[in-house]
Every structure is written in C-alpha cells, then in structure tokens.
C-alpha cells in the first residue's frame, strides 16, 4: 500500500531586502531577491512570475510563523500538480499576478475518484450553482477559500485567479493543517488535507525535491 512520502527540504529563498519589523507590508512578489528569481526560473523552467509567488510567501511565513516552514518548492511542487504554475489549458499569470483566464476545475458530483461537494456560494466564486469546483492556479473549494483568502498582493481583495494571494491562502492552509511541515508527519497532515490522495502527495514531493535540487 502507498504510504505518504518522507518531507522534502523545505527551502527559503533568498530576499529581496534583510527583514525589518518595523517596515510598511510589501506585496508578496516583491520579497525575493530578483538575481535568485531569474537564477531559478531558468533552472526549473516555472515562470518567474508564479516563482515570485512561491517564493514571496515562503519568506513572509519565515518571518510571520517561522515554526511552519513551508518552503517555496513545496508549494510550486502544489502548483505544478495542479495547473502547471497557473498556465493549464493555455491561462498565464499577467504581470499582476491575475490567471486569465480563470482556471475552473471539474463539478465536485461524485463520479468515480471524484468527491462530491455540493454547491457551497451560489456559484458566485466557480460559476457553478450544484457543485462546488476548485479554482484558481491553486484550486481552492469556495469553502476552504471563504475561510483562509489571504491578500498577498495587497490590492485590498483575496482573489483565488490571483496568484499572490493563492500562494499566500495555500500556504497558510497548510501551516494551519500540519503546524510543522518539515517534519514527515506534519508534511504529510498538510498535504493530506489538501488533497486526500496519497499519489498526489508523492508527486508534489517529487517536484518539490527537483525543484530544490
């Protein structure tokens, strides 16, 4: 039976500016370093803008909830699975950060390997009234977006088609879901709660040990 994978290195890019507490909020893309963003990019071929993503939000948790340690291979290892760094059926991340077009996943109606979830908003975040679908280049459900949107971007709005906030949300949910995730049973609790499936698990862990390589 396949059994969760071991917690890959959880790694922390490098920053654009040394952190200061004092300093006014910066939005999440503008956290790493450009020289290490360029460097990266070229070397696991994610878009820079999605890497940026990544990246902004494993240092804002480094200095806002150090005790998690979600890494940004980690969670561009959840965005390759799940629509290719936002690019999946030809949507990309603009210079914003915003998924056009939006990335909507199948009905959540119960067919085989498929959860079913009815409706939860109305349709009013996945444009679908019976079911529930995911969304955006992270593929949040309505309900887990209503209780963890986060405004990485800081426009203002939590929106799950933008990129920064999508990383942010993702992250957080997982801190929230296994407290320590570099450690294997608090890798394994996050990535179970994202998604129950334990071969996904496996290939997240693969992209994100590549990534890191």
């Known amino acids: 039976m396949l059994e969760f994978p071991p917690a890959p290195l959880q790694l922390v890019p490098e920053s654009a500016a040394e952190p200061d507490a004092g300093a006014d909020p910066v939005p999440l893309a503008e956290l790493a370093h450009s020289d290490w963003l360029q460097d990266v990019s070229e070397r696991t071929e994610i878009p820079e803008r999605a890497l940026a993503a990544y990246a902004g939000a494993s240092l804002w948790l480094a200095q806002t909830e150090p005790e998690c340690g979600v890494g940004w291979n980690t969670l561009a290892g959840i965005g390759a699975v799940e629509t290719i760094h936002g690019s999946y059926g030809g949507a990309r991340a603009a210079t914003d950060g915003t998924v056009r077009p939006s990335i909507i996943g199948i009905p959540l109606d119960g067919r085989e390997g498929v959860k079913e979830i009815l409706d939860t908003d109305r349709g009013e975040l996945d444009g679908d009234k019976k079911f529930d679908r995911a969304v955006g280049p992270m593929q949040f459900i309505?309900?887990?977006?209503?209780?963890?949107?986060?405004?990485?971007?800081?426009?203002?709005?939590?929106?799950?088609?933008?990129?920064?906030?999508?990383?942010?949300?993702?992250?957080?949910?997982?801190?929230?879901?296994?407290?320590?995730v570099t450690t294997d049973d608090g890798w394994a609790t996050a990535l179970g709660t994202y998604n129950e499936s334990v071969s996904y698990a496996h290939k997240v862990a693969d992209f994100a040990e590549a990534y890191g390589s």
């Open 142 to 180: 309505p309900t887990t977006w209503e209780d963890y949107a986060e405004d990485g971007n800081l426009d203002g709005e939590a929106n799950p088609n933008q990129i920064d906030d999508a990383a942010l949300t993702a992250a957080l949910y997982l801190c929230d879901s296994g407290d320590d």
